[in-house]
Protein backbone atom coordinates (compact mmCIF):
# COMPACT_ATOMS: atom_id res chain seq x y z
CA UNK A 1 0.00 0.00 0.00
CA UNK A 2 1.58 3.48 -1.00
CA UNK A 3 0.02 5.46 1.33
CA UNK A 4 1.55 8.65 -0.44
CA UNK A 5 -0.31 7.85 -3.75
CA UNK A 6 -3.52 7.20 -1.70
CA UNK A 7 -3.30 11.07 0.18
CA UNK A 8 -2.38 12.40 -3.45
CA UNK A 9 -5.98 10.67 -4.64
CA UNK A 10 -7.25 12.08 -1.81
CA UNK A 11 -5.91 15.55 -2.75
CA UNK A 12 -7.01 15.45 -6.17
CA UNK A 13 -10.96 14.89 -5.58
CA UNK A 14 -10.33 17.87 -3.45
CA UNK A 15 -8.66 19.97 -5.86
CA UNK A 16 -10.66 18.83 -9.06
CA UNK A 17 -14.17 18.79 -6.59
CA UNK A 18 -13.77 22.14 -4.76
CA UNK A 19 -16.12 23.17 -2.15
CA UNK A 20 -18.32 20.19 -3.68
CA UNK A 21 -16.48 17.85 -1.45
CA UNK A 22 -17.27 18.20 2.04
CA UNK A 23 -15.44 15.07 3.16
CA UNK A 24 -13.67 12.01 2.39
CA UNK A 25 -12.40 8.61 4.24
CA UNK A 26 -11.11 5.24 3.05
CA UNK A 27 -11.31 2.83 5.13
CA UNK A 28 -11.40 -0.79 5.56
CA UNK A 29 -13.99 -3.39 5.10
CA UNK A 30 -13.39 -5.67 8.17
CA UNK A 31 -12.69 -3.01 11.08
CA UNK A 32 -14.42 0.75 9.49
CA UNK A 33 -11.27 2.16 10.69
CA UNK A 34 -10.04 5.44 8.24
CA UNK A 35 -6.87 5.11 7.09
CA UNK A 36 -6.87 8.44 5.46
CA UNK A 37 -9.11 11.38 4.29
CA UNK A 38 -10.24 14.54 5.32
CA UNK A 39 -13.05 15.97 7.58
CA UNK A 40 -12.94 12.52 8.76
CA UNK A 41 -15.76 10.75 10.22
CA UNK A 42 -15.92 7.66 12.20
CA UNK A 43 -19.00 6.86 13.00
CA UNK A 44 -19.75 7.39 9.12
CA UNK A 45 -17.29 4.45 7.99
CA UNK A 46 -19.36 2.52 10.61
CA UNK A 47 -22.89 2.89 9.22
CA UNK A 48 -21.67 2.92 5.70
CA UNK A 49 -20.12 -0.07 5.80
CA UNK A 50 -22.65 -2.11 7.86
CA UNK A 51 -25.32 -0.34 5.05
CA UNK A 52 -22.88 -1.78 2.40
CA UNK A 53 -22.81 -5.66 3.96
CA UNK A 54 -26.71 -5.17 4.42
CA UNK A 55 -27.13 -4.21 0.91
CA UNK A 56 -24.73 -7.11 -0.63
CA UNK A 57 -26.90 -9.65 1.64
CA UNK A 58 -30.03 -8.48 0.30
CA UNK A 59 -29.17 -8.37 -3.39
CA UNK A 60 -27.78 -12.07 -2.77
CA UNK A 61 -31.57 -12.74 -1.30
CA UNK A 62 -32.98 -11.41 -3.97
CA UNK A 63 -30.43 -13.14 -6.63
CA UNK A 64 -29.41 -10.08 -7.96
CA UNK A 65 -25.35 -9.96 -8.88
CA UNK A 66 -23.70 -8.90 -5.76
CA UNK A 67 -20.60 -7.25 -6.84
CA UNK A 68 -21.74 -4.29 -5.91
CA UNK A 69 -19.43 -1.06 -6.88
CA UNK A 70 -20.74 2.03 -5.02
CA UNK A 71 -24.32 3.51 -3.62
CA UNK A 72 -25.18 6.93 -3.55
CA UNK A 73 -27.62 8.52 -0.32
CA UNK A 74 -29.30 11.59 -1.68
CA UNK A 75 -29.54 13.73 1.29
CA UNK A 76 -31.23 17.02 2.14
CA UNK A 77 -29.89 20.38 0.72
CA UNK A 78 -28.31 18.70 -2.05
CA UNK A 79 -26.23 16.70 -0.14
CA UNK A 80 -24.89 13.26 -0.85
CA UNK A 81 -23.12 10.45 0.13
CA UNK A 82 -21.43 7.95 -2.16
CA UNK A 83 -20.12 4.64 -0.44
CA UNK A 84 -17.50 2.22 -2.60
CA UNK A 85 -15.76 -1.01 -2.54
CA UNK A 86 -11.93 -0.65 -3.89
CA UNK A 87 -12.06 -3.47 -6.07
CA UNK A 88 -9.31 -6.09 -5.69
CA UNK A 89 -8.91 -4.77 -1.97
CA UNK A 90 -10.36 -4.82 1.64
CA UNK A 91 -10.82 -0.69 1.12
CA UNK A 92 -13.99 1.27 0.91
CA UNK A 93 -14.38 4.86 0.02
CA UNK A 94 -17.11 7.62 1.30
CA UNK A 95 -17.96 11.21 0.25
CA UNK A 96 -20.08 13.92 1.44
CA UNK A 97 -20.78 15.81 -1.31
CA UNK A 98 -22.69 19.04 -1.84
CA UNK A 99 -24.40 19.34 -5.36
CA UNK A 100 -25.11 23.15 -4.62
CA UNK A 101 -21.61 23.16 -5.17
CA UNK A 102 -20.44 20.66 -8.02
CA UNK A 103 -22.58 19.06 -10.48
CA UNK A 104 -23.16 15.32 -10.46
CA UNK A 105 -22.50 14.31 -13.94
CA UNK A 106 -18.79 15.91 -13.48
CA UNK A 107 -18.56 14.02 -9.94
CA UNK A 108 -19.99 10.43 -11.10
CA UNK A 109 -18.42 11.17 -14.64
CA UNK A 110 -15.20 12.51 -14.72
CA UNK A 111 -13.57 12.80 -10.57
CA UNK A 112 -15.13 9.61 -9.33
CA UNK A 113 -13.67 7.35 -12.26
CA UNK A 114 -10.45 9.19 -11.98
CA UNK A 115 -10.51 8.57 -8.23
CA UNK A 116 -11.03 5.21 -8.49
CA UNK A 117 -7.87 4.33 -10.94
CA UNK A 118 -5.47 6.43 -8.45
CA UNK A 119 -6.73 4.59 -4.97
CA UNK A 120 -6.92 1.23 -6.46
CA UNK A 121 -3.21 1.79 -7.82
CA UNK A 122 -2.22 2.92 -4.47
CA UNK A 123 -4.13 0.27 -2.69
CA UNK A 124 -2.80 -2.67 -4.44
CA UNK A 125 1.00 -1.18 -4.52
Known amino acids: MNVSAIQKAIDDVKKNGGDGIVAMDIFGRQDSMAIAGFNTNPQACALFNRI????IKS????????????YTLMLEDGKAVFVGHIKGSEFMYGMLTD???????????????????QITSAINE
Open 99 to 117: FTKIQQGMLTNIILPQFIK
Open 52 to 55: FSQL
Open 59 to 70: LEGANFPTNLSY
